[in-house]
């Protein structure tokens, strides 16, 4: 859970997808390839959505911005999320599945790596299973001596 946890937590809280997303689908390098800090140039604005002051009921007018994805109220599907919303989403969501994955394949690599238990533990405890085959074969061979003796060792032949 804990790690499901912090891959929602970087996915949600940190800027690093949307600048990702921006940059590679958005920004003016998009479709170019590569990224460079002139690949973040209009970001910020990109980023931030319109609102306007005058919908709180007072006489202001002009707009505020505030970070999300939606379009401004000149637009006919005014407020609603953008087409760069889902991206965004998607990537993180993506990111999520990717980090979860990678850190539970980090942590079975590692757990591979370590043995559960010291080698000389091992050695052991091989040694003593070794120890208790030989004297069960000697106690059955010491069984199977006293019972020839104990029969006078007469053996029957079948015709």
Request: hydrophobic share 35%.
């Amino acid at each position: 859970m804990a790690v499901i946890t912090n891959a929602f937590v970087i996915a949600i809280t940190s800027d690093y997808i949307p600048r990702f997303v921006y940059t590679y689908k958005y920004g003016p390098c998009a479709n170019q390839g590569y990224s460079d800090d002139k690949c973040l140039t209009g970001y910020v604005s990109e980023s931030l959505a319109y609102f306007n002051k005058s919908e709180f009921g007072t006489h202001d007018t002009g707009y505020c911005r505030y970070r999300d994805y939606r379009a401004p109220p000149w637009d006919p599907n005014r407020y609603e999320v953008t087409l760069q919303f889902w991206h965004v989403l998607a990537a993180r969501l993506a990111f999520i599945i990717v980090f979860e994955h990678f850190v539970f394949g980090f942590k079975a690599f590692i757990a591979y790596l370590i043995p559960d238990m010291p080698k000389d533990l091992c050695d052991r405890m091989r040694r003593e299973k070794y120890l208790v085959q030989e004297m069960m074969y000697e106690a059955e061979l010491e069984h199977l001596q006293k019972e020839r003796k104990r029969s006078g060792s007469r053996y029957h032949e079948w015709p």
